[in-house]
């Protein structure tokens, strides 16, 4: 009945988990047993109001994640002097949007890679806006990927952790809805404010053709505890049916958008972005925000 709602309102995906949560919250209401299940109900179902009349982002209030039977096959903490290059690629390096991705903006300290964004007059490739990203050698399927960071707090550079297709995503002929190649979209942290998005996209969606382009689904704004200056955990559990995301190890939200959870490896992206030339025309050059990340783990079913 709530997708029929949906439909008839016009409601994107967001909006429609949105809606359904608010009426899942006044169950919750009606059904509590206690004091704290109560107002936590009410706060729930006032959260999922904002987000669907405004945008507004959600605390985490689904369950914890269970990795029982899952085990570590990949887990980075940081520990050496430099980026162990057995391990890790540079990615994308030279033009990137407004400005440049550097191998120089990649440091190891104190146990966490830091990415950073900043104006260099003698950077690598010429004056410019200059930040960076790196992604495993090796591509995983399914499993549970994890990440322990604190984002750049930048009203322009966004902080990221990311999965790709090694075939494109962006073209119905690669990605075919998603089952053969996708982006997924962790979480991604933009403009400065207390929260985190997750995307996916892929193409070739229900059909729609290579003309179309690739077809994307902005799951919703995530809370987190304030990301730019503590450290959070963001995860995504990707099965044979669907995605599941997690901040600090509670379920966000979930979906199984495009023909099909992909059933292709992936590579795994780490991503300080250097935001289109318009964004940083008037920003002042002394600005700098850096990506601090404390570990990467994945974990997969154990045989």
Known sequence: ????????????????????????????ILSATNLKAFFSAIVMGFEMLAMLLTGAPVSAWGEPVDLTNYEIVFEE?????????DVWKYRG???RRGGYFSSSQVKLED????MTGEYLEDGEFG????ASAVSLKEHYLRGYYEIRCKCADSDAFW???????????????????????????IFEAFDGGNSVSSTIHCAGVNGAPE????????LGSFKGNDIYNEYNTYGLMWTEDEYIFYINGVETTRSSFGDGACINPEEVILSLCVPTADKLENKDKSDKCQFVVDYVRIYQLAD
């Open 77 to 85: 903490e940081f520990e050496g002097e430099e980026l162990n290059t």
């Open 127 to 130: 004056p410019g806006w200059y």
């Open 93 to 95: 390096m030279g033009v």
């Open 1 to 28: 009945m709530i997708h029929n709602i949906a439909e008839i309102l016009g409601l994107v995906y967001r909006e429609e988990w949105a809606l359904t949560n608010f009426v899942n919250s006044f169950k919750d």
């Open 159 to 185: 902080s990221a952790f990311w999965l790709q297709g090694i075939a494109s995503p962006y073209n119905a002929s690669t990605s075919k809805g998603g089952i053969e190649s996708v982006e997924i979209d």
């Open 211 to 218: 003309e179309d382009g690739y077809q994307s689904c902005m």
């Open 111 to 114: 146990g966490n890679l830091v």
